[in-house]
């Protein structure tokens, strides 16, 4: 041995099982540090391709131009692109639908979400794109480069070549009305009211700082908000800057963990080793060489630990990515999401990687600097004797018995390992309620709740269709019998009515935060709010999928006492608040069995009030079909006795002539990873036989929308088990390594005729007070932190603070257990081995 620098590979070697769950610490820790970097830049990356692909990769836009605007722009230095769009005049066909051929040049395509779904883009004035669903509805039915007679932007009829078909659209579906493209030459270009322009400026231009100067050439401009904000162009700096707050406070978890987990095995090691540095005092070793030592130790693990850590994190989320498109999943519901490298990220991994493994060496490291030789031949480091005061708290473990008595002894005679073990599982917990709230609340902001997502297919009454029934039972159960069919739901008319509430039942916050501001009326000769409100019917049906939502109550309206008209309430809406920020909050507090005071003739302008008071009989928390949530309306369900009841009690605003319980459509739900043309097939059939109904095809949107909440859940719990692994390294670390601190102590209690199951009780008894005292910081710390990221992810969406008690529960359950699993090991290794010969040796 050439220097004491040489012992560090041999005690590491030695040591070998306690280094590698080091070093596995180290590696998970880095991944996660490294992972969660490249995902949080590859996601921002790509949600910029996104908002491209969605709302177009334009900067600004002009509503309103005028020639002369056109001509400034097209020689302004500042502009690299500019696009025009021109709308044309509607064509009707069938009677029903309708389509406008619009004319875009060809920097336009590049600029406006114009995408296709086969063919290509048109290259002349007689060259066509056209919605897919709009192609059996034009003259002649063309199919892909075929051809049609339409209006042109001109207004006259002109001949056109379908050389494109778009994505279909549920809107334009649902509408009947559709746009359509066909090529403008530049040179023949038209500007004038019916134009837009939109346009980007040259790579280096500050866009936010040119948007006045952009505004005062043409009051009529707009900007792609989303895209500027994303790209940190926008005036509002708040996205960018919570999502900085956010990963930052994520990292900053994961690097105290790491720090944790090394501080912990060092400060065990070098208590573990008092004896042996020491007697490197009593040769001649200088405190600097003892501190060099450990720090030679810490380098060797992170040498191994950090850069595998960093290949493990980025390989893992390569996987990954790619297990998932070859599933055919559309990752974060992008058509080429791309996991983007940047060097900074992995630099800035590897240097905090080490840094947080020498921060958690340091303080170990100076304490094996300043071993006494004396004390340390003495070997006093091993037992600490127990001080003296005059005043104590008596222990909750005093009433385990005499075990329990030892354990809180052993406890408070070494507060220094009990800090350190208790240390460990606080980080422990705060990691894991702290990611588990970020990534719930992620998901809950970025995934569909309700039932809608499931629905692939409609199918509506037209307008001008001649009454009857189009949607009979048994074409319910034709339907319902095709394979891959998971369920087929009748659709039915909405009212639309107002709710007079009490100053007592709304919500005064709602008029404090949001513009919302309720009309005031009288009734009865009090004031009342008169709230906008929708009153849905739902059969059978829907009422079994409502109740999935049921917060209070019930939703078994056909139950319910006869004459009390049940209905079931949802009060939860999505506003935009006063900083132009969607917040959900209750729009009143009404309670199951509260009545409603439904004002019907609102609107007719009569002078007496015709109102139907009906019965809450469940409250839910959001809406189970059509939009999860009103901006500004109430929502009430009710079932088919209920919603004839309220018919019959306003005849003159509801006649029966157009307002009954029959069905005005079907929605169709698919099972996960059903086959769609077979279906898809029979409805285009059904449509066909019965004139008057409309299909509308949403099947692609609603996979990718399965498909992303999917996504989703994978990254969210694939998160989770890692930082649960981390936690439960740091646990198991520590807890083993500060019993095993303890054999010679627990060879004196076998001495002095202490049985091994009474030592096992005692370890246990300690273990779940560590577990204990760790939960109760732990909770503290974890929701501290998980309030600080809902105040950060608030600003990006509002919702209220939830307390994560499912996250607390689950962390501290799973510390309690995982510290009481690993005393067994150490345990049962004591109980194997001859405690008594090594302390024979020792002496």
């Not at 009454?467 to 339907?479: K, V, Y």
Request: glycine share 8%; hydrophobic share 40%.
């Amino acid at each position: 041995m050439r220097s004491y620098g040489a012992m560090a590979g041999r005690y590491l070697k030695q040591q070998r099982r306690k280094s590698i769950l080091t070093i596995v610490g180290i590696i998970l820790s880095v991944a996660l540090i490294s992972a969660l970097g490249t995902m949080g830049q590859a996601l921002k990356d790509n949600l910029i391709k996104d908002t491209e692909y969605n709302d177009g990769s334009f900067y600004f836009g002009y509503n309103s131009p005028t020639p002369e605007l056109y001509e400034t722009l097209n020689k302004h230095v500042l502009v690299d692109r500019l696009g025009v769009y021109r709308a044309g005049h509607k064509t009707t066909l069938q009677g029903i639908y309708s389509v406008n051929v619009g004319s875009i040049n060809a920097t336009g395509f590049e600029l406006l979400p114009i995408h296709l779904h086969e063919g290509r883009l048109p290259l002349s004035e007689d060259e066509l794109l056209v919605e897919q669903w709009l192609l059996e509805r034009l003259p002649g039915a063309p199919k892909l480069n075929g051809s049609t007679q339409l209006n042109g932007p001109d207004g006259k009829p002109r001949s056109y070549r379908i050389v494109g078909v778009l994505n279909n659209e549920k809107q334009s579906q649902i509408d009947g009305q559709s746009k359509a493209y066909t090529f403008a030459d530049v040179k023949g270009i038209t500007v004038d009211s019916d134009t837009m322009l939109v346009l980007t400026l040259k790579p280096g231009v500050d866009i936010n700082g040119q948007v006045d100067a952009f505004t005062k050439l043409n009051p009529s401009l707009f900007t792609n908000g989303q895209l500027l904000a994303l790209l940190g162009e926008s005036a509002d700096k708040g996205l960018n800057r919570a999502l900085q707050i956010i990963f930052g406070t994520l990292i900053a978890l994961v690097v105290l963990s790491t720090v944790a987990v090394i501080y912990n095995a060092f400060h065990i090691a070098v208590l573990e080793r008092i004896r042996q540095f020491g007697l490197l005092r009593t040769l001649g070793a200088t405190p600097g060489q003892i501190r060099n030592l450990v720090f030679r130790e810490a380098t060797v693990l992170s040498a191994i630990g950090v850069p595998l850590g960093l290949l493990v994190g980025w390989c893992g989320l390569w996987f990954v990515l790619w297990l998932m498109d070859q599933g055919g999943l559309k990752v974060m519901m992008m058509e080429n999401f791309e996991l983007t490298f940047h060097w900074w990220i992995m630099g800035g991994s590897f240097v905090v990687g080490f840094v947080a493994v020498y921060l958690a060496a340091w303080l170990p490291a100076r304490k094996a600097s300043s071993v006494s030789p004396v004390e340390a031949a003495k070997g006093a480091g091993s037992i600490v004797r127990e001080s003296y005061r005059r005043m104590r708290i008596p222990s909750l473990l005093n009433l385990l018995g005499i075990e329990g008595q030892m354990a809180s002894n052993n406890i408070r005679r070494n507060r220094t390992k009990f800090r350190i073990t208790t240390f460990s599982i606080v980080i422990s917990i705060t990691l894991f309620i702290v990611f588990h709230y970020f990534t719930q609340q992620s998901l809950n902001m970025t995934t569909t709740t309700n039932e809608d997502d499931r629905m692939a297919f409609q199918l509506n009454r037209i307008s001008t269709a001649p009454t009857g029934d189009l949607f009979s039972d048994d074409m319910i159960r034709e339907i319902g019998l095709l394979p891959g069919v998971d369920d087929v739901y009748g659709k039915y008319s909405s009212l639309a009515a107002r709710t007079l509430v009490s100053a007592e039942d709304f919500n005064s916050d709602v008029s404090k935060k949001t513009p919302i501001a309720p009309e005031q009326t009288k009734w009865n000769g009090a004031s009342m709010n008169s709230i906008s409100t929708r009153v849905f019917l739902y059969d059978e049906q829907r009422l079994e999928e409502a109740a999935k939502y049921v917060q209070a109550g019930t939703a078994d309206l056909e139950g319910q006492p006869a004459g009390s008209d049940g209905v079931l309430l949802v009060q939860t809406i999505k506003p935009y608040d006063n900083d132009n920020k969607r917040v959900l909050m209750p729009l009143t507090h009404y309670k199951v069995g509260d009545k409603l005071t439904l004002w019907l003739n609102n609107e007719n302008g009569s002078q007496e009030k015709l109102v139907r008071e009906v019965t809450v009989a469940g409250i839910l928390t959001q809406v189970p079909f059509d939009s999860a949530y009103q901006g500004s309306s109430l929502t009430v369900i009710a079932s088919e006795s209920g919603f004839a009841n309220l018919l019959k009690a306003a005849p003159a605003i509801y006649p029966p002539s157009e307002y009954d319980t029959s069905r005005i459509g079907l929605e169709v739900a698919l099972k996960d990873g059903a086959d769609v043309e077979p279906v898809r097939s029979k409805l285009q059939e059904i449509v066909r036989d019965k004139p008057g109904i409309n299909l509308v095809d949403y099947a692609e949107s609603q996979k990718d929308t399965r498909n992303f909440n999917l996504q989703m859940q994978i990254f969210v719990y694939g998160f989770l088990i890692i930082v649960g692994v981390i936690g439960s390294l740091n646990i198991i670390n520590t807890v083993q390594t500060n019993l095993l601190l303890r054999r010679k102590e627990i060879g004196l209690l076998q001495a002095v005729g202490m049985t091994m199951g009474q030592i096992r009780r005692m370890a246990s008894a300690e273990g779940m007070w560590f577990g204990v005292i760790g939960s109760f910081w732990g909770i503290l710390l974890g929701v501290g932190f998980s309030y600080i990221l809902y105040k950060q992810l608030n600003t990006v969406q509002g919702f209220p603070f939830e307390f994560p008690w499912g996250a607390s529960l689950i962390a501290c359950g799973a510390a309690l257990i995982v510290g009481l699993l690993s005393v067994q090991s150490p345990l049962r290794r004591m109980e194997k081995a001859n405690l008594l010969e090594e302390l024979r040796e020792e002496a």
